[in-house]
């Protein structure tokens, strides 16, 4: 994040990652790989062609690109010599095409250079930004944006409730081109990009865990390691997401369109009234939306992690498995065994339980990897889960232009998956005396992109074990485990895994009497 203060560390990839073209991919995976993580994909998402107004002087119908946008122009777009054919409406602002007077989207110019100086004054830190969010609100229900019927996506009432840190980023990273390109290249549609969430311990009750992995908004730098930590798990965030998104463009049942040339051409055959909420609806489909971690200054979780539950499906192991992030001292006990099936295909609960033997293991992993799953868990549920770029794509000739104080709605889908070999492994970050956090993910894949990055960062974390003297002792405070949940009923009935936590919980006992080594 661009800022003007030195002192503030602050996680940030939005601006960088809001349009990354597919000859960036190769790169994040080199860096990803680098930092421990699995490598990236070979190539990113489409480019979204986003052709740009003037940033400055008159409203002008031949409005050029905009030297300050981070979208990129028509002329980035990917070629389509099917759709060659296809003639998009040349831009026209919002006074031309009667939705305001010329005074009024002068006015409305003048109004977005105003913010743009108070923005620049705002602190870089959780304070109020009331006085500016709310000139924004009032900009954007003004007469030029037509009440949002082209100008699509701007949450004025999540904008207000943002802090100074969130409005600058998101302003910096795609707000002011936004507001600006809607008045000057009107007959377009513009999709705001996302109010970033932040986390900051001013924000949050005495009670919430939270606080325990955030530094405060203003003031010094308070953990250095936990700034370089968090943005090796944005890459990662970032490189399942990419995978994420390809993956679904792939499987998709619905081969759309993957230009607005194409969106162009599916909608000229349906009838007029109808072509500018299928085009609108189209083109949405094609801004990318990739999860983000929250806006934040980050501390370095402390205390031990604690995995717990099955992997594996027809071979499985059942474990536990405590990790002290301060020295990478690991302790591991797994009940392995197979699946027994019966004549019928049914699994034999007692003849699954006999084939079990126990081994447990001491050592070392990675501190740093460690680091990075610790922070992971912590955040996995606290995502921006689909936040977006400012986007905007000119309408086609062919498709009308709405009537004044018309819009138009379209909907969007979500998608979810789960297969039998799944299974819940549990975790609790503890500090020697109580749990400080606790929570489940989906293993070995999800999908989720949160629990995904989690499964990517266990193992690049536990690839890094190495046998042998453990140099902090097993905390005789850890919770034993009741139960391991987390298993299809098919596979092992509630009796077995408790049998099996007993048991895991004894193997526990017995390495609390591991002598240590010294540091």
């Known amino acids: 994040m661009t800022s003007t203060s030195t002192t503030l560390p602050l996680w940030s990839t939005r601006r960088t990652r809001a349009w990354l073209p597919a000859a960036l991919a190769p790169i994040l995976g080199l860096i990803t790989a680098c930092s421990g993580a699995p490598p990236a994909p070979a190539h990113g998402p489409t480019v979204v062609p986003v052709p740009s107004a003037a940033t400055s002087g ?4 031949s409005a050029a690109p905009s030297a300050t946008s981070d979208a990129p122009s028509a002329s980035d777009a990917p070629s389509a010599d099917d759709d060659a054919d296809v003639q998009m409406q040349p831009p026209k602002d919002a006074a031309t095409l009667g939705w305001c007077t010329k005074d009024e989207l002068q006015a409305a110019l003048d109004e977005t250079k105003e913010i743009a100086r108070l923005v620049s004054k705002l602190p870089p830190d959780a304070s109020a930004a009331d006085a500016v969010t709310g000139r924004i609100a009032k900009l954007f229900n003004s007469p030029c944006y037509m009440h949002g019927a082209l100008a699509r996506s701007l949450d004025t009432t999540k904008l207000k409730a943002a802090r100074a840190w969130a409005v600058a980023e998101w302003w910096n990273s795609g707000g002011q081109d936004f507001l600006k390109d809607a008045l000057q290249h009107a007959n377009a549609i513009h999709f705001a990009p996302s ?3 932040m986390l900051a311990p001013e924000l949050l009750p005495a009670s919430d865990p939270m606080r325990a992995i955030l530094c405060p908004s203003f003031g010094a730098a308070c953990d250095p390691v936990a700034q370089g930590t968090a943005l090796d ?6 490189r399942v997401g990419l995978l994420q998104e390809r993956a679904r463009k792939e499987h998709s049942a619905d081969d759309g369109p993957e230009n607005e040339e194409a969106c162009a051409e599916s909608v000229s055959k349906e009838p007029p009234a109808e072509r500018l909420a299928s085009y609108a609806a189209c083109v949405n489909g094609l801004v990318p939306e990739l999860p983000a971690l929250p806006e934040a200054r980050y501390r370095s979780p402390k205390g031990w992690l604690v995995l717990r539950g099955r992997r594996g499906h027809y071979s499985f192991c059942d474990e536990a498995r405590a990790y002290d992030l301060e020295t990478g001292t690991a302790y591991i006990a797994s009940r392995c065994g197979g ?5 019928g295909g049914a699994v034999n609960a007692d003849a699954t339980r006999d084939t079990g033997s126990m081994k447990t293991q001491v050592g070392t992993l990675s501190v740093d990897a460690l680091r990075r799953l610790a ?13 977006r770029p400012y986007a905007a794509f000119p309408i086609p000739e062919g498709v009308p232009m709405p ?8 909907g969007s889908s979500m998608s979810a998956w789960g297969h039998s070999g799944q299974t819940s492994i549990q975790f609790e970050i503890h500090d020697g005396k109580s749990t400080v956090v606790s929570g489940t993910f989906k293993w070995p894949d999800a999908s989720s992109a949160g629990d995904q990055m989690v499964d990517d960062l266990v193992v690049s974390a536990e690839t890094t074990f190495r046998e042998g003297c453990p140099t902090a002792a097993l905390p005789a405070g850890l919770s034993p485990a009741k139960t391991l949940g987390g298993v299809s009923r098919i596979d092992a009935s509630p009796d077995t895994l408790r049998k099996n936590a007993d048991d895991l919980s004894a193997a526990f006992a017995e390495l609390r009497k591991t ?5």
Not at 233 to 238: A, I, M, N, W, Y
């Open 58 to 61: 008159a409203p002008s119908a």
């Open 195 to 197: 109010i970033p969430r």
């Open 233 to 238: 798990v944005g890459r990662e965030l970032e």
């Open 339 to 343: 699946l027994v099936l019966n004549n």
């Open 375 to 387: 922070l992971a868990l912590w955040l996995k549920d606290k995502l921006d889960k689909d936040a």
């Open 403 to 410: 009537e004044p104080d018309h819009s138009f709605l379209f």
């Open 515 to 519: 002598k240590v080594c010294k540091k």
